[in-house]
């Protein structure tokens, strides 16, 4: 990262947060997030972790696999996550086969490409997996690297991708629909702040009234590549409404992006 990009990523004062950022809503009919904790069924987190949102942009850069964690770093992004349709779900079985190394053939063993899939004549296992239904989230992101900001800026504006988008699983292809570059404004400077994204680490801030549901959880924010691929360094609890709806919050330091108001982490 060059120090003008680090000058331009400090340089508005607004608490650390970046002065600029790209913004676009990810769908798709069907999302699948694996919750880390096991189960018998494949529970999914119902806010799109941080973590598959730099997966989803390296995605659409073209970075390879386990090379881009600095780049979506703590002090060198932001990301803000907004639902923007009601949060689903419904539980789907699938049948599938495992992809061990004790499960894998190989095919063309002796040419210059071989290829290792799994054994079709195996018995299939089947998963009951639970699956969000017709589910969209804005995004809000800003990188301090301004080649890589400016790369994505125009891969977006371009409607274009080097990988094929997905949410989650790769199955579940999504839609991204890009909204343009906004300035990113001071929020609200009120006690209590209506917040129109997910809102990150505020659990015990959010202010509970009459009629509107609030649900919690924590995901994946951060990782580190190590020498076996990949290690999470970081987790976010984020407070959500479930019907798409704002929350008010308290003590939380919230910005302006596009007349919305949203928190960044």
């Keep these: 990262m060059s120090q003008q990009s680090l000058d331009s990523w400090t340089a508005n004062g607004n608490d650390g947060q970046p002065d600029r950022c790209l913004s ?8 699948h997030f694996r919750r880390i904790e096991g189960n ?23 970075i390879e696999r386990d090379s881009y964690y600095d780049l979506f770093a703590p002090d060198s992004s932001a990301v803000a996550i907004e639902p923007v349709r009601e949060i689903r779900t419904v539980n789907m079985p699938m049948n599938t086969l495992s992809t061990a190394d004790g499960n894998l053939q190989t095919l063309n063993s002796y040419g210059k490409i071989s290829v290792r899939l799994p054994d079709p004549t195996t ?86 009234d009459a009629g509107t549901r609030c649900q919690i959880e924590e995901s994946p924010a951060f990782m580190e590549s190590d020498s076996g691929g990949r290690t999470t360094t970081g987790f976010t609890n984020y407070a959500y409404n479930p019907d798409a709806d704002s929350l008010n919050v308290r003590d939380t330091t919230a910005a302006s992006v596009d007349g919305r108001t949203v928190v960044f982490v």
């Design 123 to 208: 018995l299939r296992q089947q998963h009951n997996y639970e699956v969000l239904v017709d589910p969209a989230y804005r995004i809000d992101v800003a990188l301090a690297d301004e080649q890589w900001y400016t790369e994505l800026r125009e891969t977006l504006a371009a409607g274009e991708s080097h990988y094929v988008p997905s949410l989650g699983l790769s199955e579940h292809l999504a839609d991204i629909e890009y909204h343009g570059e906004f300035d990113i404004a001071d929020g609200p400077l009120t006690d209590t702040v209506e917040v129109d994204s997910a809102v990150p680490n505020a659990v015990d801030d959010v202010v509970l």
């Design 40 to 62: 018998i069924v494949k529970q999914t987190y119902r806010i799109i972790p941080r973590t598959t949102v730099a997966g989803l942009l390296a995605a659409v850069l073209g």
């Design 24 to 31: 676009f809503t990810v769908r798709g009919p069907w999302g």
